[in-house]
């Protein structure tokens, strides 16, 4: 509503000043110019008014596009950074809780464990590997949000890139394993090892 108040406004003052302008213009005309020379002047006072006229609409144009153009990029900005916010917190919400659980607890554990012996506590219990699963959906959100352009990238960096480099740190040698033996299970993992790339 601010935005609109304020185009009014310049529009109103420009066309008030634009108006008295002309106005005076032509009263100095009729009170003092020579009578033969009236008509002239009068023509040449039709075609200063008409082009100033016309070079101050297009200067009003200019500048409400150029508010308008300057408001939209503010617009974007604001949707791209909220939507970056919210897939961050999506992290903590209760529908990566197993996720998160299992990943710290993993953490934890995983140094004293063998290559066998971590790949095996995975495979085993199957809420466990799908946990795995669901964080591979969520970074292909986020990458998603990204390649599309409708999340701010450093936003996102900034909150994830330590989270994805220790979910690979931990889960390694299973990924590792994953990739080896089931090339398709592999592939709902591309898009996490894109953002480990991307965020070296």
Do not use: C
């Not at 023509?43 to 300057?70: D, N, R």
């Not at 299973?174 to 990739?179: K, P, T, Y």
Request: charged letters at 25%; zero cysteines; glycine letters at 2%.
């Amino acid at each position: 509503m601010k935005y609109i108040n304020m185009n009014i406004s310049i529009r109103f003052s420009v066309i008030l000043v634009l108006f008295i302008w002309i106005g005076s213009t032509f009263i100095y005309i009729m009170w003092f110019a020579k009578e033969e020379n009236i008509i002239e002047l009068l023509k040449l006072f039709f075609i200063i008014t008409g082009a100033g006229f016309v070079a101050f609409s297009a200067y009003i144009q200019w500048k409400i596009a150029l508010e308008t153009i300057s408001y939209n990029q503010g617009q974007v900005k604001f949707q791209k950074d909220k939507l970056a916010l919210d897939l961050l917190v999506r992290w903590d919400n209760e529908e990566m809780k197993n996720s998160r659980e299992y990943y710290r607890e993993t953490r934890k554990t995983a140094y004293k464990l063998s290559r066998d012996e971590l790949i095996k506590l995975i495979n085993d219990n199957k809420e466990h590997s799908n946990s795995l699963v669901s964080i591979a959906n969520y970074f292909e959100d986020i990458e998603q949000a990204i390649n599309y352009k409708l999340a701010t990238e450093e936003i996102l960096k900034d909150g994830l890139q330590p989270l994805v480099h220790t979910i690979a740190d931990t889960y390694q040698v299973w990924f590792e394993n994953l990739e080896e033996f089931d090339k398709a299970y592999f592939k709902q993992f591309n898009a996490f090892t894109n953002l480990l790339t991307r965020w070296k």
